[in-house]
């Protein structure tokens, strides 16, 4: 058996992560579009990356809690953050017509 990636209390710390959705108000003021969404995007390659790494380890034998860990953290983050993906474009979309129908009037 090889030496574990990374110790068992690292899985709280990239819990972190999910603080990325408090960028999600943004999205309803129309504001930052192009970074809020590059943001969103790439925590869904996380995730995808996470659960990659996943299957990677148990290929290798890593220790059970380095697998359930990965492949949780990212089918939590691919299922929260792909699950709103399209909640977000429509927000931007909705904030570009009232900005639209502002600048009309």
């Not at 969103?40 to 659960?51: D, E, K, M, N, Y």
């Not at 990677?56 to 492949?71: G, K």
């Not at 009232?98 to 009309?104: E, G, H, M, N, S």
Request: proline share 5%.
């Amino acid at each position: 058996m090889t030496d574990a990636w990374f110790s068992p209390d690292i899985p709280r710390w990239l819990a972190f992560l999910s603080l990325l959705a408090l960028l999600e108000p943004l999205a309803n003021q129309g504001r930052y579009r192009s970074a809020v969404m590059a943001v969103w995007i790439a925590a869904i390659s996380v995730a995808g990356g996470l659960v990659a790494a996943a299957a990677v380890a148990l290929i290798v034998h890593q220790p059970l809690y380095v697998v359930r860990n990965l492949t949780l953290l990212g089918l939590v983050f691919g299922v929260a953050f792909g699950g709103s993906l399209p909640s977000l474009r429509r927000a931007y979309r909705e904030a570009e017509l009232r900005k639209t129908i502002a600048a009309d009037l």
